[in-house]
């Protein structure tokens, strides 16, 4: 590998799709997905400004939040789709396309998450949140101390 360093323009769309997949995939089901959802909206963002993803209009949610209907926006990148929450500009300017159709499938995908996340770290500039060595341990016991009053 050279010592070259990608920038964003390096990458193709493809490639983008194909990280922005795994990373949602993968998002759905971690533990801690809050980066992953952060790098998958970073991403987004810079492909609709640079011409590389396109908003096709609006979905009705699948798992709407406190029993309300709400919209999320379908972004269309390669062959691929992704939905991202919409903005006020969205709703206005969008069509409606009613609710998710479930024969719209995003293509197989076979695509380390490791590379998934340096891809999509790379391009977008995120990087993860620092953890700390001790994060995962229990705070160790610490024996309580006892005085006499009046000492």
């Known amino acids: 590998m050279g010592s070259a360093q990608k920038t964003s323009t390096d990458f193709p769309v493809d490639t983008l799709a194909k990280a922005l997949f795994i990373v949602n995939r993968h998002a759905k089901t971690a533990l801690d997905s809050k980066f992953l959802y952060s790098l998958k909206h970073a991403a987004i963002k810079i492909m609709l400004e640079e011409g590389k993803a396109k908003k096709v209009g609006l979905h009705f949610s699948r798992n709407?939040?406190?029993s309300q209907q709400q919209l999320v926006v379908l972004v269309s990148c390669?062959?691929?789709y992704f939905h991202i929450p919409p903005t006020k500009e969205d709703i206005q300017n969008l069509t409606n396309l009613g609710?998710?159709?479930d024969n719209v499938r995003n293509p197989k995908t076979v695509f380390p998450l490791k590379e998934a996340k340096r891809v999509l770290q790379i391009y977008t500039g995120l990087k993860p949140p620092k953890q700390t060595r001790?994060?995962?341990r229990k705070p160790r016991y610490q024996k309580p101390v006892f005085k006499r009053l009046g000492e």
């Open 134 to 136: 001790h994060s995962h």
């Open 99 to 101: 609710k998710l159709d």
């Open 78 to 80: 390669g062959n691929y």
């Open 64 to 66: 709407p939040r406190f």
